[in-house]
């Protein structure tokens, strides 16, 4: 009987140690391998697992308080002062929870400075809507424009005359006042000040050539566990199967009046695909955007982005977001503050909807609009040219 409670707690000692290795190699590399993006998007219950093993391992340990777990876990002729190992494991539970606490309470922001907003800015709303018509259109568009009224919206939604209506008549400071409209497909784009140009492009990141790398094929079991997982949490079900490309709406806003320069934007919308591995698919997208950046003998060149916003399905921290906008900050630790998660809306567990804004512009403001339907969070922010 000893034996057997010896070696289960062994066991299960041993698990929770290989889930704490996991989790810190999710923290080193977050989504530049398709392992990490697993273990990174995870962090948080991989992290309460592989200590709930640790402490059940230790409490079924035989003669822990005899300081023999430490003998054994030494080896005979190697003993070391009583209770070692578990305050070694003590620091490393430590360790896991304060990286959640600081990664999910978003910390980093508490040490942000706080910048003082000019009277000259830019108040912009992104809203990835996620549904067709909705009952209430006038009401859900002042959700967005309750903490102000909005200077540029962005938003993917369906083409209903009556949600475009109610969006343009929050914006209008006064009545009649003409608000600019842009879109395509699904991406729609609002502002005050007159768009310039937009031009969509679709980055195709699933090619035949190297589909498989971006995005492995699962077994029909994992495919129909993961369908049920987000059927549990009331989310649509996302297909490993669906092969969508990136899009990017580059979006010239006339600001020169207002701000003394042309805003640009990008407006970004990743491939919502569960298993695509999201470092790959930001190399292809910034491969991509580079080309557009230089020009070509039949398209003039892309500018560089003031603004780079939209759904990224990329939790906040990932280094893949560093790879496709280098230098470029998240407004969510720069001008955020407190606990901020975009997705699903009713339950607010990853922060996927993001604004990376460009070293040569600040922000301030930054926070979260709850539009009331969808499975999105809005975002809002304030931004202007840094002097």
Same mark, same amino acid.
């Given at each position: 009987m000893r034996?057997a409670?010896s070696?289960?707690?062994?066991?299960l000692?041993?698990?929770?140690l290989?889930?704490?290795v996991g989790?810190?190699?999710?923290w080193?590399?977050?989504? !530049?391998?398709l392992?990490?993006?697993?273990l990174?998007w995870?962090?948080?219950?991989?992290?309460?697992l592989?200590?709930?093993?640790?402490a059940?391992?230790?409490?079924?340990?035989?003669?822990?308080?005899?300081?023999?777990?430490s003998?054994?876990?030494?080896g005979?002729g190697?003993?070391?002062p009583?209770?070692?190992?578990?305050?070694?494991?003590?620091?490393?539970?430590?360790v896991m929870?304060?990286?959640?606490?600081?990664?999910?309470?978003?910390?980093?922001s508490l040490?942000?400075?706080?910048?003082?907003?000019?009277?000259?800015?830019?108040l912009?709303?992104?809203w990835?809507?996620?549904?067709?018509?909705?009952?209430?259109a006038?009401?859900?568009?002042?959700? !967005?424009?309750?903490?102000?009224?909005?200077d540029?919206?962005?938003?993917?939604?369906?083409?209903?005359?009556e949600q475009?209506?109610?969006?343009?008549?929050?914006?209008?400071?006064?009545?009649?006042?003409e608000i600019?409209?842009e879109?395509?497909?699904?991406?729609?784009?609002?502002?005050?000040y007159?768009?310039?140009?937009?031009r969509m492009?679709?980055?195709?990141?699933?090619?035949e050539?190297?589909?498989?790398r971006?995005?492995?094929?699962?077994?029909?079991g994992?495919e129909?566990?993961?369908?049920?997982?987000f059927?549990?949490?009331?989310?649509y079900?996302r297909?490993?199967?669906r092969?969508?490309?990136?899009?990017v709406m580059?979006?010239e806003?006339?600001?020169?009046?207002?701000?003394?320069c042309?805003?640009?934007?990008?407006?970004v919308?990743?491939?919502?695909?569960?298993?695509?591995?999201?470092?790959?698919v930001?190399?292809?997208?910034?491969a991509?955007?580079?080309k557009?950046?230089?020009?070509?003998?039949?398209?003039?060149?892309?500018?560089e982005?003031?603004?780079?916003?939209?759904d990224?399905?990329?939790?906040r921290?990932?280094?893949?977001?560093d790879?496709l906008?280098?230098?470029?900050?998240?407004?969510?630790?720069?001008?955020?503050l407190?606990?901020?998660?975009?997705?699903?809306r009713?339950?607010?567990?990853?922060?996927?909807?993001?604004?990376?804004?460009?070293?040569?512009?600040?922000?301030?403001?930054?926070?979260l !609009?709850?539009p009331?339907?969808?499975?999105?969070?809005?975002q809002?922010?304030?931004?202007?040219?840094?002097?």
């Open positions: 034996a409670r070696g289960l707690a062994r066991l000692w041993a698990l929770g290989v889930l704490a989790w810190v190699y999710g080193m590399v977050t989504d !530049l391998t392992l990490g993006q697993v990174w995870a962090s948080l219950p991989v992290a309460a592989s200590i709930v093993l640790i059940l391992g230790w409490a079924a340990w035989p003669g822990l308080r005899a300081g023999r777990a003998r054994q876990v030494l005979r190697r003993d070391r009583r209770g070692w190992s578990r305050w070694g494991c003590l620091v490393l539970g430590l929870v304060g990286g959640e606490c600081w990664h999910g309470l978003n910390m980093a040490v942000a400075p706080v910048r003082r907003v000019p009277p000259a800015s830019l912009v709303v992104h990835n809507s996620s549904v067709g018509e909705v009952p209430d006038a009401g859900i568009a002042a959700r !967005l424009g309750r903490t102000g009224r909005p540029v919206v962005l938003t993917s939604m369906q083409n209903y005359h475009w209506d109610a969006i343009k008549a929050v914006m209008r400071s006064v009545e009649g006042e600019y409209f879109f395509s497909g699904m991406q729609k784009v609002f502002s005050r007159p768009i310039m140009s937009q492009f679709l980055i195709p990141v699933f090619a050539s190297d589909g498989s971006v995005a492995p094929t699962i077994p029909a994992l129909r566990a993961l369908r049920r997982v059927s549990g949490v009331g989310v079900p297909d490993s199967n092969l969508d490309p990136a899009s580059v979006i806003l006339d600001t020169t009046a207002h701000l003394g042309v805003t640009t934007m990008y407006f919308d990743y491939p919502s695909n569960p298993v695509a591995h999201r470092a790959k930001a190399r292809i997208v910034r991509h955007l580079d557009l950046r230089a020009g070509g003998p039949d398209s003039p060149p892309i500018p982005a003031s603004l780079i916003v939209g990224f399905n990329t939790p921290g990932s280094a893949s977001l790879l906008a280098p230098g470029y900050q998240p407004a969510s630790v720069t001008a955020g407190g606990v901020l998660a975009t997705w699903p009713r339950w607010s567990l990853l922060h996927i909807d993001h604004a990376l804004v460009s070293p040569r512009w600040a922000c301030e403001g930054y926070e !609009l709850d009331g339907i969808s499975e999105h969070d809005a809002r922010l304030r931004i202007w040219p840094a002097r």
